[in-house]
C-alpha cells in the first residue's frame, strides 16, 4: 500500500504555502506601550507613543481616548516623530464621562494607510467627577478607517510570534489525527488478526509522537519569549506532556514483549486505550480550569480572538499540509516494517 | 568526599539522561528566562525562525534513524 502521488504533491504545497504566506503577510498596526500611564482630569498631558508596524511619515495619524461609555476625546496636537513614535498632546477637561473615579481609557490611534488601531486601559484617569463636556465627543462623529491589505493582527504579548499558530498549533492537529488513525488500524488488527495493520497502526502512532514532540518543543521555545518561562506548568503543557508519555510506553511496552503476535495484541489493545486516554487529556481537562493557552478556562477554542479570517487562510491549509506528509513519513515507516517482516518469515 | 570521587558515566544512553535532568532542573525551575536581544528584537520574529528550525531539525533527526533501521535491515538481508 504506498501513498499516492498527488497525496506527497499536496502535502508539499500547502507546507511550503503555509511557510511563505505565514512569514510574508505583515503583521497589522499595534500600539506597543505608552508613557505616562496614568493622569488626573483637569491638566494637561503629552504622551509619548511607541507603535509597531505604522507608517506615520507616510499617512498623518489622529489620536484619541475612548471613555467606557464610548466618548471620544481627540488630542490636540500630534508631533511624528518617526513611522512608530508619536508625541499626542491631549487636555482633560474636569468632567470626565463614565464611570467615576478612576477609569482606563482606550488608545484609539487612527490613519488612512494602516486602519485605527487600539490598546485598552492605555491611560487610567481619576476624576472627582463625571459627566459629558464638549471636549469629549460621541462615537459616530468619528471617522475611523479600516485596511483593506492582508494582515495578521497584533496581539501585544505575541507580536510576530502570532505566526507560531501555523508551525506549532498545525502538528498537534497532525497528531491527533494520526494517533486517531493509529488507533483506528488498531481496532482493524483485532478484529481480523492480519498483522499488517498492526505495522500500519504502530508507523503511524511513531510518527504522531514526533509531532508531538516537536509540538513540546516548538511550544517551549514559544513560550519562553511569550509567557517568561519554557516551562510554566500550564495545565495544558502538562496534559499533553503526559499524553506523550502515555505514547512513549506504548514503545517500551511493544519492545519489551518478545513474541510478535503477542506483542502485536497487548500493543493494539494498549494504543486504543492510549488514544481514549488523549481526549480527555487534551481537550477536556484543560478546559476546566484556568489556562494560559488560548481556548481553555470555558473559552471556546479558535475563537475570532485567537484566529482572524486572515489567518485561517494560512492555519488550515498548514493543518491538512501537515497531515498528510503525517502520513506520507508513516508509511515510508510501514514499509520498512513490512519488508522487515518479509525478510524475518523467509 | 563524594565531590573528590569522579563522575563515572558508562555509556551513551546514562548520559543523555544525565543531560536531561540538569537541562529539566533549569529549565523547569520557574525563573523567568532572561529577556536577550535576538530572539526579542524586530517583535518576536527569530521567536518563529527558532520554531520552523526546531521543526525541521526534527524531522532531519527522525529521518537519520529511519535510515539507520533501513541501513542496518539492507546489511541482514545481505548478509543471508
Known sequence: MNIAPWVKVTSVILILYSFIAGLLIPLGPGIVSITPVQATAGEEVTLDIFTYNTHFEKSIPSVYFKSDNDQMLPAYSVNIVNNTQLKAHFSFPRLTPGSQGMQGLTLIINNQLDGFTLLPNALFISSKQSGETDAWKELSEIELNTSNELKFPYRSILQETIRNIYYHVSLWFAMILLYLVSAIKSVQFLRTGSIQFDEQSKSLAEVGTLFGLLGLVTGMLWAAFTWGTFWSFDVKQNMSAVAILIYLAYFILRSSIEDLDKQARIAAAYNIFAFVALIPLIFVVPRLTDSLHPGNGGNPALGSDDLDNTMRLVFYPAVVGWILMGLWIANIVYRYHRLKRKFLEN | ?80
Request: hydrophobic content about 50%; aromatic content about 6%; glycine content about 8%.
Open chain 2, 1 to 80: 568526599m563524594l565531590i573528590n570521587k569522579p563522575l563515572k558515566i558508562a555509556n551513551k544512553k546514562q548520559s543523555l539522561l544525565l543531560i536531561l535532568t540538569v537541562l529539566s532542573m533549569t529549565v523547569l525551575n520557574g525563573q523567568p528566562i532572561n529577556q536577550g536581544d535576538f530572539f526579542t528584537n524586530i517583535g518576536k520574529i527569530y521567536v518563529v525562525v527558532g520554531v520552523i528550525v526546531l521543526v525541521f531539525i526534527g524531522l532531519v533527526i527522525f529521518l537519520i534513524r529511519l535510515e539507520k533501521r533501513i541501513s542496518r535491515l539492507e546489511g541482514e538481508i545481505t548478509k543471508s
